[in-house]
């Protein structure tokens, strides 16, 4: 065990984090979770103001110190769309591989633990790729144990946040629980990922990771996208941010149609037949299946189904998952594309098999699952709520704001998972707002965002004549 | 339930015929500039009759008939100043129903603040109409293709930067004028959009001031906003009471871009066609307009866009040095300067075009205040501001989200951030060197009453740094705090003045009157004579002072009298 774990352990033992786990959350009554939660917020808030620099800064500079009080929660709280994008700015970049140094410079500014400045001589000058600089990141600090992960980058502009093994076992142990819970998930599907096995987008990654660490499914992961989604190719592929120079410009003119080409020629015809193979083979074998893919995956898989006439059969029990919005314009609505689906993945019954949407970011150590009724659940060990314009608190049972969340118990130890998401939602029954008349009708107890509610609101809206240029 | 106000104006005449008394009424409910439901407390409602475009055909013949009695040319004019002057009164008078009406619907219905509205109501006399008969007579010669000309019968100068390549600039050659045969419209269609108060007020003046041309005034039919359609007929109607020819001949309601017999029978009918509007907007009414133009085999219709735009402030480093003051009040420049720039940026809480995003500021030798001084008082002065002035009801979050964002780059060295968190307002020193997509998003971040303060060594740094990255077409205003006492317009100011306009600024002002343009000057790069006559492609720059250091105090006084 080194000094770092040392340390975590030390700080764990004696602290209420260190208490309880997270499945012990389902057992408490919603008074209680909320008192206990915002008792781990106060210690997790004090412990990282200590520690992470940047978190400090941020805070400190609304007038936060080190201990706080519950009417201090919502100045706690840093924007997922800037906390960790923050290095496009201060490197003046959004290619951290351009400046290396620099990157890892800010990369120990975000941590609440320091990275040891001798090594930061061993990190080059330059990289060919942010790939190659991520991976030597965590090949020089290989003793933290970091794996790093990145938003979807559609923009090119990807948040990139570190965790470490602590952190990921809590991620994979808080989806696996929220999986089991709230979309009846058990260890004995064949689990299909419409997703390369190589990516570092987190929801993807975390999710692959979360299926693979458990022993049962051995054998019975498939990852049907036959090509790694490295931050670079994502970003050229979708065409919003190239490289300067001629660098650019062959990444523009060549590349970027290149890729979106093999895309669409060669990886998601494959990737489609052998989904559909593999489905095939669970419907042949009797196999209960879960799928999970993104919203156009799923559809074309669906659309290729119906074209050949057969729906596919599963046994009961078979899920299909999806996660991740659109990112790019499309042409079908999500409820056209679930009615593809309902007529194209059946149960032996030919009932539609149920479809659960996942709600999460990459900077969440959690994720809010759809129950059979729609509802997107928070874990009970996420305390939730909701802000109003001016950044307020909304204090009724049921209201519609901007998500913020606080994961005390899942958030690692690395940064302080306190944020404002980008997302507006309807949330009923946050901590300490709790009436049991809105409970869910799937029965479950606690926060849930309502169905069809989440919209990203981060644009600003032209009010006047004032141009954005 | 208060009811709802009139969101248009429509002479006595249309009004009785036709609008019957089944004319179906649609109205909006607004609160803190947002939609609301009607009779949410708080709630202020709009209503407009639903025209059809059988109803806006008699409305332009009922107009048209008002037009051949209205009064003309320097007649016309002369009676529309002197009922501004009544009407400007009547909103600065503490007990007209004309102006309670407006400060109990206004704030709620736009979201902007009282006072804000109440400074705007009472600065009417700041638009001024002077000098607006001699940009309808004469020329503009050539020369003003070539270099400043100056403006008959007003302060500053003028100048056209061809389109068109070299073709363009051959056309500039020579003598004679830009301007071609006179074309006075005899129907123009505006189309006003966006919550900044008065943009379909703006288009009746300047469609009005046409008759200074000889002809009759056009007849008008404006496009209300449905994000603010209180103002203008609140104006207008006050007009009406004034002196009820002078509007005898306009007509402002609000329809649908979508409804298309209606905009097919305006716009088949306009000689010119006049939108301040979003560019999608404005996209849209092009291709209504070239596709009446095929339909109806007629030559191109005059089309005037005002797209959104942004513009910035320019402090010289003249105007920072140590120890010069108002000589009336004592009071040092710096502040003098920090309060103007300050009030060009926080007015209509930069919704407006020309709200100022950035201020640049140049440095200067040890007898100057620095930059980051300049950026001291500026925060000092919002600060006033945001007491005497308050900022509307926007989310505090956007504030809230840049300071953050600013606050974290503070680990650059490169930026400060003056203000607090709590703070209605934003004021950051930042001099990180910023690329063109850098470049973008600070202006885009300076909305709400967030500015950035960047030194830069040399005033001809801001067109040749900065304003060339940004797309020309959508740069409007440069507010400036420059000049000497007594100095006039150096060639320094005017060689700082080409090279703005060059990259697309159309209109220089001095501090302090960036929120209130005079009609008579270049808006969006059209001048008044735009409005009668065709000419080259290409845009105007005005600087609208001569003086600037005196106009700079001046303007100071005027807002010192008004108890700001």
């Not at chain 1, 906390?83 to 959004?94: D, Q």
């Not at chain 2, 003045?497 to 008579?520: I, K």
Request: neutral net charge; contains cysteine.
């Amino acid at each position: 065990m080194d000094a770092v774990q040392e340390i975590t352990k030390y700080e764990k033992d004696r602290t209420i984090q260190g208490k309880y786990g997270l499945a012990d959350f389902w057992e408490m009554r919603p008074e209680r979770r909320a008192a206990v939660l915002l008792r781990a917020i106060q210690e997790g808030h004090a412990w990282h103001f200590e520690r992470n620099p940047a978190y400090r800064q941020a805070v400190s500079a609304r007038g936060v110190r080190a201990q706080i009080a519950e009417e201090d929660l919502p100045r706690i709280l840093r924007q997922t769309s800037q906390t960790f994008k923050s290095y496009i700015e201060i490197l003046g970049t959004p290619f951290p591989q351009d400046k290396p140094r620099e990157f890892v410079e800010w990369l120990d500014e975000q941590l609440s633990v320091r990275l040891p400045r001798e090594r930061f001589g061993r990190i080059q000058r330059r990289y060919r790729s942010l790939e190659a600089l991520l991976a030597d990141i965590e090949a020089v600090f290989g003793d933290f144990q970091f794996e790093i992960s990145t938003s979807s980058g559609t923009s090119g502009k990807s948040t990139i946040l570190v965790r470490d093994r602590e952190a990921i076992d809590k991620t994979v142990e808080s989806l696996y629980l929220s999986f089991q819970r709230y979309m009846g998930m058990q260890a004995d599907h064949r689990v299909i990922f419409i997703m390369p096995k190589e990516t570092r987008i987190a929801m993807a990654r975390f999710t692959g990771f979360c299926i693979e660490r458990l022993e049962t499914f051995n054998g019975r992961v498939h990852y049907t996208i036959p090509f790694p989604a490295r931050p670079d190719q994502v970003r050229i592929r979708a065409g919003r941010t190239f490289r300067d120079g001629w660098a650019g410009q062959i990444e523009r003119r060549l590349w970027h149609p290149l890729i979106n080409w093999a895309n669409e020629r060669y990886a998601t015809p494959r990737s489609t037949r052998e989904t559909l193979r593999l489905l095939r083979a669970a419907e042949a074998a009797g196999e209960k299946a879960l799928l999970f893919g993104g919203w156009v995956h799923l559809h074309s898989l669906a659309r290729e189904v119906l074209a050949g006439g057969h729906p596919i059969q599963l046994p009961p029990g078979s899920l299909l998952g999806t996660g991740g919005g659109f990112k790019e314009v499309y042409a079908f609505t999500p409820a056209q594309i679930r009615g593809d689906l309902a007529l194209a993945l059946q149960d032996v019954q030919g009932q539609p098999l149920p479809f659960h949407d996942v709600y999460g970011m990459a900077e969440s150590n959690w994720a809010a699952m759809q129950c059979r009724e729609g509802s997107y659940h928070i874990p009970p060990w996420v305390y939730a709520l909701t802000l109003d314009e001016d950044d307020n608190p909304q204090m009724a049972t049921e209201a519609t704001g901007l998500l913020a969340f606080y994961d005390p118990f899942g958030g690692g130890r690395l940064f302080p998972g306190f944020f404002k998401s980008a997302d507006q939602v309807r949330l009923v029954n946050p901590p300490g707002r709790y009436d049991p008349a809105l409970d869910c009708a799937c029965g479950e107890v606690g926060a849930y965002i309502a169905q069809g509610s989440i919209q990203r609101v981060d644009l600003m809206e032209e009010a006047g004549c004032a141009a954005q240029v | 339930m208060t009811p709802p106000v009139d969101g248009f104006w429509l002479p006595r005449e249309v009004r009785e015929i036709a609008m019957g008394p089944d004319t179906h009424f649609q109205a909006l409910s607004f609160k803190d500039g947002r939609p609301c439901e009607e009779g949410e407390a708080g709630a202020v409602s709009a209503r407009w009759p639903q025209l059809s475009a059988a109803a806006w055909r008699r409305t332009l013949e009922i107009l048209n008939d008002n037009r051949r009695r209205a009064p003309r040319g320097d007649a016309f004019w002369g009676r529309l100043s002197a009922a501004l002057e009544v009407v400007g009164r009547r909103f600065a008078s503490p007990g007209d129903p004309i102006r309670k009406t407006a400060l109990e619907s206004l704030p709620g219905y736009s979201g902007y603040s009282e006072a804000m509205i109440r400074l705007t109501l009472e600065g009417l006399d700041l638009m001024s109409l002077e000098g607006m008969a001699a940009r309808f007579r004469g020329t503009i010669p050539k020369e003003a293709a070539r270099g400043w000309v100056s403006i008959e019968g007003l302060p500053g100068r003028l100048r056209f930067y061809a389109k068109g390549g070299w073709l363009g600039k051959l056309g500039g050659l020579g003598r004679g004028s830009l301007f071609g045969e006179l074309e006075a419209p005899g129907i123009i269609v505006g189309y006003g959009a966006g919550n900044v108060p008065g943009a379909a007020l703006l288009i009746v003046l300047l469609g009005l001031a046409t008759t200074l041309s000889g002809e009759a005034p056009p007849v008008m039919v404006i496009k209300n906003s449905r994000r603010e359609p209180i103002f203008s007929p609140l104006v207008l109607s006050a007009l009406a009471e004034a002196d009820p020819e002078l509007v005898s001949t306009v007509a402002v309601s609000i329809w649908d871009y979508e409804e298309t017999d209606i905009q097919e029978t305006l716009i088949g009918e306009a000689d010119l066609v006049v939108a301040a509007a979003s560019d999608e907007t404005i996209g849209q009414i092009r291709s209504q307009i070239a596709a009446a133009d095929r339909r109806l085999s007629r030559p191109p219709t005059r089309f005037h866009a005002h797209g959104h735009k942004v513009s910035f402030s320019a402090i010289g480093a003249e105007t920072l040095v140590q120890g010069l003051a108002d000589p009336t009040s004592g009071r040092p420049l710096i502040e003098i300067a920090a309060l103007l720039a300050g009030l060009d940026s926080v007015f209509w809480d930069q919704h407006g075009c020309l709200s100022s995003r950035i201020h640049f500021v140049e440095r200067g030798d040890g007898a100057c205040h620095t930059p980051m001084e300049y950026a001291q008082q500026l925060e000092a002065q919002l600060r006033l501001l945001a007491a005497h002035l308050p900022r509307g009801a926007w989310p505090l979050s956007q504030i809230h989200d840049r300071f953050d964002r600013y606050k974290s780059l503070e680990s650059t060295g490169q930026v400060k951030v003056l203000s607090g968190y709590d703070d209605e307002f934003l004021v950051a020193f930042d001099q990180r060197p910023l690329d063109a997509p850098a470049l973008s998003r600070a202006v885009n971040d300076c909305q709400g009453r967030a500015i950035l303060v960047r030194p830069v060594d040399d005033l001809m740094e801001v067109p040749g740094k900065f304003l060339r990255s940004l797309p020309s077409a959508n740069l409007q205003s440069l507010s400036v705090a420059t000049g000497e006492p007594g100095g006039g317009l150096t060639e320094r100011i005017l060689k700082f003045g080409e090279a703005c306009g060059r990259c697309g600024v159309t209109a220089m002002r001095s501090v302090g009157r960036g929120a209130f343009p005079q009609l008579a000057y270049s808006w969006d790069g059209l001048i008044p004579m735009d409005l009668v006559r065709r000419r080259a492609e290409g845009y105007f720059t005005s600087i609208e002072f001569d003086s600037p250091y005196e106009q700079i105090l001046d303007t100071y006084h005027k807002f010192q009298g008004r108890g700001n």
